[in-house]
């Protein structure tokens, strides 16, 4: 069956660091994966989608890779800031016209000023 | 733009109601999805439609849970009777229809179910 998995521990990173984080996932080939940022109380919020066919993309502080062979996307946030504290989604979306948006559970990002 | 709107923001039922929980997605928006939110299982997805169309409600948990888009700008998920274990966040989310488009999520109903 198709599985995601993320980092499976909190991350806490010191302020001005980069943060980086993990996505992995297996039994499926997906052709774009989207990462989401959600805080407390809230639902989650779109930040970047990346084709199969694209390596690295960014946004900002924001960047994030996507290797098929590996079958991993990595997240990662530079000079990150405590407002950037959040927990952090994974989507990859197979290729077909199927809507099936499965998430990761997630990882919770602390950053320490 | 209001964004994706649900309501209430919080229910707090007692086992054997009916639930009844409203969504309003973004205007011309044309897909929409509902997910639950656990610590357990994070965020499942439960049913989503296309242009009102249900088109796959695989994981709606059983028959106590249903879900209607009468129209383009309301959607309702309905569970009866309600169980302690259905006690939950529960996402509305809208998007364009490409596959790739990305979710606009609601800010959720928590749902307590006594």
């Known amino acids: 069956s198709q599985k995601i998995e993320q980092n499976s521990e909190a991350l806490n990173i010191q302020e001005g660091k980069t943060a980086t984080l993990t996505c992995n996932y297996t039994?499926?080939?997906?052709?774009?994966l989207q990462w989401y940022r959600q805080d407390p109380g809230r639902g989650p919020v779109f930040l970047l989608l990346?084709?199969?066919?694209?390596k690295e993309k960014r946004k900002e502080r924001l960047k994030v890779t996507f290797d098929t062979t590996l079958k991993q996307s990595l997240f990662h946030i530079t000079a990150s800031q405590p407002a950037d504290s959040a927990t952090y989604l994974c989507a990859p979306i197979p290729s077909g016209s199927a809507r099936q948006l499965t998430f990761g559970s997630g990882t919770q990002l602390t950053v320490l000023p | 733009d209001a964004g994706v709107i649900q309501s209430p923001r919080h229910e707090v039922t007692e086992m054997g109601q009916e639930v009844t929980l409203r969504c309003k997605p973004i205007?011309?928006?044309?897909?929409l999805f509902w997910y639950r939110q656990t610590m357990m299982r994070g965020l499942e997805l439960l049913i989503y439609f296309n242009n009102n169309v249900p088109i796959d409600d695989s994981g709606m948990p059983e028959d106590r849970f249903s879900a209607k888009m009468p129209n383009a700008s309301f959607s309702t998920l309905k569970i009866q009777p309600s169980e302690p274990r259905d006690s939950a966040v529960y996402f509305c989310?809208?998007?364009?229809?490409?596959?790739?488009?990305?979710?606009?999520f609601g800010n959720g109903t928590r749902l307590t179910v006594t």
């Open positions: 205007s011309g928006h044309n897909s």
């Open positions: 990346i084709r199969e066919n694209e």
């Open positions: 989310a809208s998007s364009l229809l490409p596959q790739n488009s990305p979710l606009h």
């Open positions: 039994n499926y080939s997906p052709a774009y």
